[in-house]
């Protein structure tokens, strides 16, 4: 990307470009996903060996086998505080929807406990005077998984707004590019 001399729009170590990375545990775990496939368990070789990288960096046991549940698990904790669960679930809800759906509307994310802070002490202590009330979840269904076409889109092409019809692939070549 060059250096300030070359466009100053670039500072030290940034840049107006965006940097798309992968950590190598991200990779590691998306070819364990891929491998896996619409099996139940696996234990390619390659994938293990890979799993296992993940597993001793972080001091734990190895495996010889491994599932859709281990892998969402290690993902979870690979990319802790990282933003990446969502999209996790919603390749998740691709092919078991209502799973994933289960899944969020049995999380207890409804309950708020009454804690009373003391500044002069720094302290929480549970407040049993309070009720712990609920929050709404929001609406848990289908549509959380897909966002609008922007309008600028729909604008240029009136027909995103139609339901998607079924298209026909067939084996027939484009013969006349050159």
């Known amino acids: 990307m060059g250096s300030a001399k070359d466009n100053s729009k670039i500072s030290r170590m940034n840049s107006s470009l965006n940097t798309y ?17 619409n099996s139940a368990s696996t234990s ?3 994938v293990i060996d890979y799993f296992n990288t993940i597993r001793k960096r972080a001091g734990l046991d190895p495996v ?4 859709f549940e281990d892998i969402r698990k290690e993902r979870r904790l690979e990319l ?10 919603v390749r998740w809800a691709y092919y ?6 289960g ?9 708020i406990v009454p804690f009373t802070y003391d500044g002069s002490t720094n302290t929480l202590t549970l ?3 309070r009720d712990p009330g609920s929050r709404p979840v929001g609406v848990i269904n289908s549509s959380i998984f897909l966002l609008p076409y922007p309008e600028s889109e729909v604008v240029q092409n009136p027909l995103l707004k ?13 013969t006349d590019l050159f």
């Open 21 to 37: 990375m992968l950590r190598l545990g991200e990779v590691y775990l998306n070819y364990a996903e891929a491998v896996l496939g």
């Open 162 to 174: 139609e339901d998607p019809v079924p298209y026909e692939f067939t084996e027939e070549r484009i």
């Open 127 to 129: 407040d049993d005077s």
């Open 80 to 89: 802790c505080m990282e933003g990446q669960y969502w999209y996790d679930m």
């Open 96 to 101: 078991k929807q209502q799973e994933v759906l």
């Open 64 to 67: 010889s086998q491994i599932t």
């Open 44 to 46: 390619d070789a390659t």
């Open 103 to 111: 899944y969020i509307e049995n999380q207890d994310r409804d309950i």
